[in-house]
C-alpha cells in the first residue's frame, strides 16, 4: 500500500486543483490554506531537477524558472503550491 497521494485523489479532494504539467514525480501531497479548498503541494528541489533532466536547463535556469513560476501561479486561486 503506497503512502503517495495519487492524481485521481487529488481531483477528488479539489476537482478545481491546478497541477503543474511534467511535474508529477515532484508531487508532494496537498496542503491546504484557510479557507481554501486542498491545493497541490510540490517538492521545490525535484521540480528544479525535472527541468535540468526534461528540458536541460542549467541549474540556475531552473531555480530562475521555478522562481518565475511560483511568482506567477500566486496569482490565480487554486493554484499548486511550491514551498521554497
Known amino acids: 500500500m503506497s503512502t503517495k497521494i495519487t492524481i485521481e485523489e487529488i481531483s477528488d479532494l479539489n476537482p478545481e486543483a491546478m497541477m503543474a504539467d511534467g511535474f508529477d514525480k515532484a508531487i508532494l501531497g496537498m496542503c491546504v490554506q484557510f479557507g481554501t479548498a486542498p491545493l497541490v503541494a510540490y517538492d521545490y528541489e525535484k ?3 525535472i527541468l535540468i533532466k ?3 536547463m542549467t541549474k540556475q535556469e531552473a531555480v530562475d524558472y521555478m522562481r518565475r513560476f511560483d511568482k506567477s501561479a500566486l496569482i490565480i486561486m487554486k493554484n499548486p503550491y511550491v514551498p521554497l
Open 47 to 49: 521540480c528544479v531537477n
Open 54 to 56: 526534461r528540458d536541460g
